[in-house]
């Protein structure tokens, strides 16, 4: 079976293509400046040559803040570059998963959002990721759609890599803790959409993070520990739980976005796992 993966050198892309199975996937993988998902002749002639069954779109516009000044680029991957995809997966019969966001919710819930919940996103970066969500539902209903969250990898930028170094770099940090999510190592991601793409009749919308629910503020505390214990940093600053809006950003974040995994554990039998564990684990590769 042909696969081909968008945004390579994401974090995601990146760990699909380090996990995929040893036996009955071909894997071609492509970075933004082999494939740039919002130019139609490029999505055209890889689709041609390639050929692919199936096709998971890791491309994306993710820079949350910038987005709001740039919101012309973040609709262009997040919308049109995803709809050139859903296009040519329709023209040639190829099986799409596609990857969403928890910032699609508005964060006003109390218990975890599920698949039926209504988004009413906050901010620039959400909101393109939803009218990406929405154009491929148009043109291939039959997609996988699967949102998750606070997604980090030893692979890239991201949160816990951020915190590694301001942990060495500041006498103290102040951190967010009126945000509740779910971190997600985007190995155990990784995993789930390879499960997926091993089971030709799961179709739909899907939710996916590690379990468990934290704060940004619990997620730095657990960084820390974590990171201490396994040498990865020598010693302990003082963390302070902060208010969001003592932590000015151009984007709106939601105050809880806790997605139900429900039906992605039962649909593939693969059961998520506490995101301390898979912390714990990224920190082991990291070491
Ligand atoms: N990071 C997170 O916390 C979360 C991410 N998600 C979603 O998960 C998916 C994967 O995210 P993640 O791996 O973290 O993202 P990254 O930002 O790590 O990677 C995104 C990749 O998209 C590629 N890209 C950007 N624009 C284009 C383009 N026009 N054409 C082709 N490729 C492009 C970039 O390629 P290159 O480097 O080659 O330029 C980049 O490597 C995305 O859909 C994202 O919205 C959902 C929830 C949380
Ligand atoms: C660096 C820093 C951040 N924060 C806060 C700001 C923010 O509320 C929170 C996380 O900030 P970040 O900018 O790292 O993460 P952010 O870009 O908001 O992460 C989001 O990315 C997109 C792509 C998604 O789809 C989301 O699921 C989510 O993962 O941490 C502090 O409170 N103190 C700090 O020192």
């Known amino acids: 079976m042909k696969v081909l993966i968008t945004g390579k050198n994401g974090q995601l892309g990146w760990e699909l293509c380090h996990r995929a199975p040893k ?29 692919p069954d199936v096709v998971i779109n890791c491309a994306a516009y993710t820079a949350v803040d ?19 995809i859903g296009n040519a997966c329709k023209d040639i019969g190829a099986r799409l998963l596609h ?14 959002y599920t698949i039926t919940d209504t988004p009413n996103p906050l901010g620039v970066y959400g909101a393109s990721k939803l009218a990406g969500e929405l154009g491929i539902q148009n043109v291939l209903p039959e997609a996988v759609i699967v949102r998750t969250a606070w997604v980090y990898s030893t692979h890239g930028n991201n949160f816990v890599k951020t915190m590694l170094r301001l942990m060495q770099e500041k006498p103290q940090l102040g951190i967010v803790s009126d945000q509740i999510g779910t971190p997600t190592y985007a190995a155990g991601l990784a995993q789930w959409l390879w499960a997926v793409v091993g089971q030709g009749d799961i179709k739909g919308m899907y939710h996916w993070t590690d379990a468990g629910v934290a704060s940004w503020y619990d997620f730095a505390v657990a960084i820390q520990e974590l990171a201490l214990e396994k040498g990865l940093l020598k010693q302990a600053i003082p963390i302070l739980p902060i208010y969001a809006q003592q932590y000015p950003t151009p984007a709106k974040r939601p105050a809880f976005s806790v997605i139900d995994k429900t039906s992605a554990e039962n649909d593939t039998g693969l059961l998520t796992v506490h995101w301390r564990k898979q912390l714990a684990s990224m920190l082991e590769q990291l070491k």
């Open 66 to 84: 910038k987005a709001e000044s740039d919101q012309e680029n973040a609709y262009l991957v997040n919308e049109t570059g995803a709809v050139n």
């Open 23 to 51: 036996a009955g996937v071909e894997v071609f993988a492509f970075g933004s400046s082999e494939l740039d998902i919002t130019q139609l002749g490029d999505v055209a002639q890889v689709f041609s040559c390639v050929k």
């Open 99 to 112: 990857v969403s966001t928890d910032f699609v919710f508005d964060g006003t819930k109390h218990c975890p």
